[in-house]
């Protein structure tokens, strides 16, 4: 229907303009963008808290940071009944744990996560807002900024997203 190809076509030029955006990298502090946006999910009625945050800098457009872990820490709150969010510096990477105690992801579909348009359940798009494009845009911004991406099913329940940056002095 058109509302839905409005939200694709939305997120589709959003993910555009992220390949250009790269040139706005300034170090950014890790900990103080990872406890605004968790705050932000949090007063807007999705379920988010910071249990852990070490401090940590980055090199990153600090827009195009905070949307990719607003993506991550939302579909936890949205589909896993709640974000539990941590920020870890270890060596020279800074580490952003998102877990939640939702159903998971089934392990043959776990390959498919970050294709464009995913869903583990497509019915989900008829009660859950967005056009299946957050994991994608999340993941091409932490691969341009030299991080990774991954995500697992955890073995008590729920998933675990990791998000792995290189960590820079202040």
Excluded at 122 to 150: F, H, Y
Aim: charged share 25%; hydrophobic share 45%.
């Amino acid at each position: 229907d058109l509302d839905e190809l409005d939200k694709i076509a939305d997120s589709a030029i959003r993910l555009v303009r992220e390949e250009g955006s790269i040139n706005d990298a300034t170090t950014v502090d890790l900990k103080a963008l990872t406890e605004a946006t968790v705050e932000e999910l949090d007063a807007a009625a999705l379920p988010a808290t910071l249990d852990a945050a070490e401090p940590a800098w980055v090199k990153a457009s600090p827009l195009s940071l905070k949307r990719a872990l607003r993506n991550l820490i939302s579909n936890a709150a949205t589909h896993g009944g709640g974000a539990h969010v941590a920020l870890q510096a270890r060596d020279a990477r800074a580490l952003v744990v998102i877990e939640d105690n939702g159903p998971g992801i089934p392990e043959d579909l776990l390959p498919h996560v970050f294709e464009p348009f995913f869903r583990v359940d497509p019915g989900r798009g008829k009660t859950a807002n967005g056009a299946g494009l957050g994991l994608a845009i999340a993941k091409e911004i932490v691969e341009r900024l030299g991080g990774s991406l991954i995500i697992e099913n955890r073995r008590e329940g729920g998933l675990r997203q990791i998000v792995s940056l290189p960590q820079v002095t202040r």
